[in-house]
């Protein structure tokens, strides 16, 4: 059986990713740090703190337990909050680049040796704040911006390995991530998780030799103001 990787699985998007790809019949190692609440034989539960190097690197220690290859990898742990970057300090930005950008850093350096030569998919949850800038998201945007970089060099860097590399740049998505925030933005022009999992299931069966490399999907209203 293949393996996947998931990072961010115990809720919103990653959890949804992970019981999709439970559902196709692939073994998951999902990684967070609160844990998962998903109950199957092909699930591994693993703790993950992606802005922690020794955790990152006792992540995949565990990982090697269970199998030598990675076939499909998700980067989907972040982190999203808000603010005026004139009310925004160090500490603020400094957590939305160790988590978004850094953490993702992290994340691929320790994939290398699990990396299937013409076969491993990275895909990465990257949003539309990874192409557009918003305002009060200075934050965020400045990670996600970075996090596009480090792929776009990566997959440069690792050309002779033959992989696919996958960004996705979703708009909103109707998650409880914006239960968290401090905006008051209408639900009903987020896409709901299935239709991202459309998105998704079509990206994860394309035939191997497609390169999706700039896929941005929204609702139709356009993006949220």
């Given at each position: 059986?293949?393996?996947?990787?998931?990072?961010?699985?115990?809720?919103?998007?990653?959890?949804?990713?992970?019981?999709?790809?439970?559902?196709?019949?692939?073994?998951?190692?999902?990684?967070?740090?609160?844990?998962?609440?998903?109950?199957?034989?092909?699930?591994?539960?693993?703790?993950?703190?992606?802005?922690?190097?020794?955790?990152?690197?006792?992540?995949?220690?565990?990982?090697?337990?269970?199998?030598?290859?990675?076939?499909?990898?998700?980067?989907?742990?972040?982190?999203?909050?808000?603010?005026?970057?004139?009310?925004?300090?160090?500490?603020?930005?400094?957590?939305?680049?160790?988590?978004?950008?850094?953490?993702?850093?992290?994340?691929?350096?320790?994939?290398?040796?699990?990396?299937?030569?013409?076969?491993?998919?990275?895909?990465?949850?990257?949003?539309?704040?990874?192409?557009?800038?918003?305002?009060?998201?200075?934050?965020?945007?400045a990670s996600k911006f970075g996090q596009r970089g480090l792929l776009e060099s990566l997959q440069r860097e690792w050309k002779n390995h033959r992989l696919r590399f996958t960004p996705l740049y979703p708009g909103a998505i109707d998650?409880?991530?914006?239960?968290?925030?401090?905006?008051?933005?209408?639900?009903?022009?987020?896409?709901?998780?299935?239709?991202?999992?459309?998105?998704?299931?079509?990206?994860?069966?394309?035939?191997?030799?497609?390169?999706?490399?700039?896929?941005?999907?929204?609702?139709?209203?356009?993006?949220?103001?």
């Open positions: 059986m293949k393996w996947a990787v998931v990072t961010g699985s115990s809720s919103g998007l990653g959890l949804a990713m992970t019981a999709h790809l439970l559902d196709q019949g692939w073994n998951v190692a999902g990684g967070s740090r609160s844990g998962t609440d998903i109950e199957h034989e092909n699930f591994y539960d693993l703790e993950l703190d992606v802005t922690d190097e020794v955790a990152v690197e006792e992540f995949y220690k565990t990982l090697r337990e269970l199998t030598p290859k990675v076939h499909l990898f998700i980067q989907n742990a972040g982190i999203c909050e808000m603010s005026p970057a004139s009310k925004s300090d160090a500490e603020f930005f400094g957590k939305h680049l160790a988590t978004n950008t850094l953490g993702a850093f992290l994340m691929l350096k320790g994939l290398k040796p699990f990396l299937v030569d013409g076969e491993t998919h990275i895909i990465s949850i990257l949003s539309a704040a990874a192409k557009f800038g918003y305002p009060d998201m200075t934050a965020y945007n998650t409880p991530l914006w239960g968290g925030l401090q905006a008051d933005f209408s639900r009903e022009r987020m896409l709901p998780v299935e239709d991202f999992l459309y998105v998704f299931d079509f990206v994860l069966n394309a035939p191997p030799n497609i390169r999706l490399a700039d896929l941005t999907f929204l609702h139709r209203d356009g993006f949220l103001e």
